[in-house]
């Protein structure tokens, strides 16, 4: 069991709890983006409804090769069972599944990986969890040519020859792949969860399971409103004895108390450079030699959207090359010309400058409107609006390198700082589906005008 979690020691703990049968019905997996706190939350399900787990020697059972029908399910994710809330990003890693597939069409492991990474987005349009929200009819015609295609793409496998069916299979992957994109781009996947979709969880959970217990995962769970905070604590207060519920987060001290209060944590670490590129070697076929810069998955998989991460990163250089020169000059303006600036605030100019240069920017803009419209048409207008979150990471990166070589004390302050600003505009984008264009214009003035005030 979970032989397909690499390099993560709370798997150890996670498989001596179930063995010992001291697994809670409430979990927390709380860790870094990309530490595979969503992948092991979908095995413990699996692990959880597997037949074979009955049988007396548990550390023998539930093998991710096991035969019975119910892991055959879960590894398609489409057992009944099975109910996960919560947005996150689908394009990058559909997009990566599907070049795999296509080029070793003829292994079963890599037709299971394109419609396992489908049926993620899939599953936050199940009708359980839209049950009376008219707007569910909007996204159905797209839900069901998924789907359908997903059939017909198993049913090629049974009865045709591969060589006949390689274009008609490079089709399918991309009628699928569209309605996907354009599945993500639907506003149903709001940052904040709904309310009811707790409500019709709670609901669901109380029911019997089909098979041996139910699993609800609850993905980026610090994202909700009080009301279906309030929801999720009458849930996990009372938990049904034939359910588990999986919470993940990469921000654990952004939910409430009571509710960390009522889960037991399994603390998720950020894997090595070479342990991730060793995920992308067995899952992703990948043999990638370059360990230059971090996350080398979530750089992978950013390969496939509209947008870069070099391209991402490059504007991000650009912005702080932006916000150096415009903090500059208003601190001149209002202290006078022969006084200093921060050497901090020089360093990121200087060390952004070229990188912005080489990607096709100016050294800088010291008008905010100057500034945000070039970068947002060469980010795609953000879209899917999956790409501002990505920027936003760029943006912390890009900061913290010219900081290692400045004052701890001021380093900690200017990255505190912005994460502070850039947690509003990933809300107002996500939440109030503000436009990133006006979004990042506040952002940067927000930034100029403290960066002004809190360093000399």
């Known amino acids: 069991m979970f032989e397909n979690i690499i390099d993560q020691g709370v798997i150890e703990q996670l498989k001596h709890d179930f063995v010992n049968a001291a697994l809670p019905p409430s979990i927390l997996f709380c860790g870094p983006i990309a530490s595979a706190k969503g992948t092991t939350a979908l095995e413990l399900a699996r692990v959880l409804s597997c037949e074979a787990s009955a049988i007396p020697n548990l550390e023998l059972s539930a093998a991710w090769s096991c035969r019975c029908d119910s892991c055959a399910r879960h590894r398609t994710l489409s057992h009944p069972d099975l109910l996960v809330l919560g947005s996150r990003n689908f394009l990058g890693e559909i997009c990566a599944c599907r070049n795999v597939f296509l080029n070793d069409m003829q292994t079963a492991g890599t037709r299971t990986l394109f419609v396992r990474a489908v ?36 049913a090629f496998f049974k009865d045709a020859k591969a ?12 009628v699928i792949v569209n ?21 019709h969880s709670s609901y669901w959970l109380r029911m019997s399971p089909n098979g041996r ?19 999720l604590l009458k849930i996990l207060e009372e938990p049904p004895s034939t359910a588990t519920i999986v919470l993940t987060s990469a921000r654990p001290k952004a939910i409430l108390a009571t509710i960390t209060s009522r889960v037991r944590q399994y603390k998720f670490m950020r894997r090595s450079v070479e342990s991730e590129i060793e995920v992308l070697k067995r899952i992703f076929k990948q043999n990638i030699t370059d360990t230059c810069g971090e996350n080398p998955i979530l750089r992978f998989q950013s390969t496939f959207l509209p947008v870069s991460s070099e391209k991402l990163a490059q504007a991000a250089a650009f912005f702080w090359s ?6 500059i000059v208003q601190k001149r303006k209002k202290s006078g010309a022969s006084l200093p600036v921060n050497q901090m605030i020089v360093t990121l100019g200087s060390f952004c400058a070229p990188i912005a240069v080489e990607g096709g920017f100016p050294k800088h803009e010291s008008s905010v409107k100057a500034l945000v419209t070039p970068l947002c048409k060469n980010a795609a207008d953000f879209k899917p609006r999956s790409l501002f979150n990505l ?40 939440t109030y589906n503000q436009s990133p264009q006006l979004a990042l214009e506040r952002l940067a003035v927000c930034l100029c005008n403290d960066i002004c005030r809190e360093f000399d």
Not at 179 to 197: K, R, S
Not at 213 to 231: Q, Y
Request: glycine share 2%.
């Open 163 to 174: 060589p006949e069916t390689t274009n008609k299979l490079e089709k399918l992957c991309d």
């Open 213 to 231: 217990r139910k699993t609800l995962i609850i993905e980026n769970a610090e994202k909700m409103n009080d009301s279906a905070r309030n929801s």
């Open 322 to 327: 932006s916000i150096a020169a415009r903090t």
């Open 119 to 154: 049926r993620k987005l899939l599953l936050r349009f199940s009708p359980i969890i839209w049950e009376g929200d008219p707007k569910i009819s909007k996204w159905n015609p797209l839900v069901e040519t998924i789907r359908d295609s997903l059939d017909e793409l198993e």
């Open 391 to 430: 920027f936003m990471g760029s943006l912390y990166e890009m900061l913290s390198r010219p900081l290692r070589e400045a004052p701890v004390t001021d380093a900690i302050r200017l990255r505190s700082m912005f994460k502070r600003h850039a947690e509003t505009a990933s809300s107002s984008v996500e």
């Open 179 to 199: 309605a996907c994109v354009a599945l993500e781009a639907a506003d149903g996947l709001t940052a904040n969860i709904p309310i009811a979709q707790i409500r």
